[in-house]
Nanobody, 125 residues
């Protein structure tokens, strides 16, 4: 059974950096299309950055230039490098994989059918 394990969250000061990791277990075909999402209380989960198998990426406007995604197909790990953190980046971050859903908008939550556990990122000013 495919599942995702996320790590790397924490508390940092504004301007700092974090790297989140998401490891895919139970899948033997290299990394599928994957994405990072974030959610704050009382708001919908929003797509942050996604990457297809062919390396095509898509980022939300609010994170362009600060967030970057990378993937390691050898160890089935997806990374999110977050630089120049702002207090408004405080959220619960989750990774997701698209296995059985037809392709569509890369940052739409309904594109993804496997989700990792959320991890908290807190940015203080």
């Amino acid at each position: 059974q495919v599942h995702l394990v996320t790590s790397g969250g924490g508390s940092v000061q504004a301007g700092g950096s974090l790297r989140l990791s998401c490891v895919v277990f139970g899948y033997a075909y290299g990394l599928p299309q994957m994405a990072w999402f974030r959610q704050v209380p009382e708001l919908e989960r929003g797509g942050v950055v996604s990457v297809r198998r062919d390396g095509t990426t898509r980022s939300a406007d609010s994170v362009k230039g600060r967030f970057s995604v990378s993937r390691n197909d050898d160890n089935l790990t997806l990374y999110l490098q977050i630089d120049s953190l702002k207090p408004e980046d405080t959220a619960m971050y989750s990774c997701a994989a698209r296995l059985g859903v037809p392709p569509g908008e890369m940052l739409a939550a309904q594109q993804y059918d496997i989700w990792g556990q959320g991890i908290q990122v807190t940015v203080s000013s």
